[in-house]
Nanobody, 112 residues
């Protein structure tokens, strides 16, 4: 069973950037899709970005052009580069390995 651990969250001012990392305890090379979800207070968990094993990506409309997902199979790590952050991006961000495991989440707070 692969375990996922997110890192990189924190407090950032509007317009700033953060890079989240999701480290897996085992190989992710054969996992079809890795993804980032987020859940804001009082709201449901929604997909932010997804990357397939062959590098195809998909983004929520709200983050297109601002966020970039990538994966490093050699390091068993998935990243989420977040630029031009807005208070609406405040949420707990979760890493997800398709049909296998969820991470426990990392909090991102965008506030001045």
């Amino acid at each position: 069973q692969v375990q996922l651990v997110e890192s990189g969250g924190g407090l950032v001012q509007p317009g700033g950037s953060l890079r989240l990392a999701c480290a897996a305890s085992g190989s992710i090379a054969s996992i079809n899709a890795m993804a980032w979800y987020r859940q804001a207070p009082g709201k449901q968990r929604n997909l932010v970005a997804l990357i397939t094993s062959n590098g195809r990506t998909n983004y929520a409309d709200s983050v297109k052009g601002r966020f970039t997902i990538s994966r490093d199979n050699a390091k068993n790590t998935v990243y989420l580069q977040m630029n031009s952050l807005d208070p609406e991006d405040t949420a707990v961000y979760y890493c997800y390995a398709d049909s296998i495991a969820w991470g426990k989440g990392t909090l991102v707070t965008v506030s001045s």
